[in-house]
């Protein structure tokens, strides 16, 4: 399993020059052989006996012309442009496939990253070094040692400089879960998290309370003259709040997701539709606070490095509407609900303890029909104590 830490560097003058420069080279590169893709399909499209553009012969022709043509490229690591263009064949690979839009040209401020493979550089306690640069010291060491190193990208946000460093980890390196059962997970607006067993995640509202001063510092950059020293000042201080903001936002995650992972064996949650979702402008900002996506990656990998499973229950499916005690399904129910007592069986429920109780039972009996081995043992059991409402009291105390 593949795992990246993402380190601080903490640079002096000359060497956050040359991290800029290497990031610019990269850039060049990258544009460089996007036009030369373009021009070389064009060409093979007018005359078909010409070879179709692709990254390795662009990664050549590169090679062999940029030291008469770019001569400053050889003052930086030779993995800044080859990456780079390697990047590109990925990029393309990603757009023939369907996954990805057509390549766009990288820019000067949003796309100063570069990448190392692992014979360019090595890390030796809180520092790393780049070669043509030399050792660079780190704001903290890499968290997983003794495994092997596959590659590094340095990269630049709000104007500070980060060094992601991927691990191959290979193995599973943290103790099974405590609890083996299952879980249901909400994801809900006023909250960030509702768990089966009744707990509930309020979340870090981080953006709520430092709004005023993005707002504050976001006017008195629109005031400031474009390309100034003073813009650029002002564009800096805007960015670095807003990655703080970004900083609360992944820790909190963070923090419930290794929570849950640590306690439960299997996790379920609910497919949302993020982005239909966020077309909603009264919910809009609250979601992208919480960052849905972000927190079902989390689950997933944390989970998978337990031993544990995720399991996604389909977007539609009405786990809020319907009754966790006797499978009743309303009609219909307003957002604005938080409680209501089924007209079938009688019981009060909570609407997002009761929805995570649907996700929970999902989560299990498709673990049952999934696997038949040890997986429908287990969860044979834990749906043998699913008395709702009952189990959620057994796992708080
Ligand atoms: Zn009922």
């Not at 795992?3 to 420069?21: C, F, G, S």
């Not at 067993?197 to 976001?218: D, H, M, N, W, Y």
Request: glycine share 8%; hydrophobic share 40%; proline share 3%.
């Amino acid at each position: 399993m593949f795992v990246a830490h993402r380190i601080r560097l903490d640079p002096n003058n000359v060497q956050a020059t040359y991290l800029a420069r290497a990031a610019g080279t990269a850039r060049f590169a990258y544009n460089w052989a996007l036009a030369e893709w373009k021009r070389q399909y064009e060409a093979c499209k007018l005359d078909p006996a010409l070879p179709k553009p692709n990254e390795a012969a662009l990664r050549r022709q590169l090679n062999a012309i940029k030291g008469e043509m770019f001569p400053w490229m050889l003052e930086v690591t030779k993995n800044a442009p080859q990456m780079a263009i390697l990047q590109l064949g990925y990029a393309f690979k990603n757009f023939f496939e369907g996954r990805a839009r057509y390549p766009t040209c990288r820019r000067k401020g949003r796309d100063d990253r570069f990448t190392l493979t692992n014979d360019q550089f090595r890390v030796q306690g809180k520092r790393i070094r780049i070669p043509k640069l030399g050792w660079l010291r780190m704001c903290e060491s890499l968290r997983f040692e003794g495994k092997k190193i596959v590659s590094a990208s340095i990269a630049r946000s709000a104007n500070r400089w980060y060094a992601s460093i991927v691990v191959d980890t290979n193995t599973l390196f943290l103790p099974p879960t405590e609890n083996q059962g299952a879980v249901g997970v909400d994801l809900g607006v006023t909250t960030l998290a509702t768990l089966s067993t009744g707990e509930t995640f309020i979340g870090p509202k981080a953006s709520r309370s430092l709004q005023s001063r993005v707002k504050r510092l976001a006017r008195s950059l629109s005031r400031k003259v474009k390309g100034s020293h003073n813009y650029a000042k002002a564009k800096t201080k805007l960015a670095r709040l807003l990655a703080r903001i970004a900083d609360i936002r992944r820790d909190g995650l963070h923090k419930l997701t290794t929570y849950i992972t640590g306690q439960f064996h299997t996790i379920g949650i609910e497919d949302l539709n993020v982005k239909g979702m966020l077309g909603n402008h009264c919910l809009a900002r609250s979601i992208a606070d919480m960052a849905f996506g972000e927190l079902r990656r989390q689950l997933e990998y944390k989970a998978a490095r337990r031993g544990g499973q995720v399991v996604v229950v389909d977007r539609w499916y009405p786990s809020s509407k319907t009754c966790s005690c006797c499978g009743h399904r309303l009609d219909e129910m307003g957002l604005q609900v938080r409680q209501w007592r089924c007209s079938d069986c009688g019981a009060l429920h909570d609407r997002d303890v009761n929805a995570a109780i649907n996700l929970r039972n999902m989560a299990v009996s498709s673990t049952v029909t999934a696997c038949r081995g040890e997986g429908a043992g287990l969860a044979r059991e834990a749906q043998g104590e699913t008395v709702p409402g009952e189990a959620g009291i057994q796992q708080q105390s």
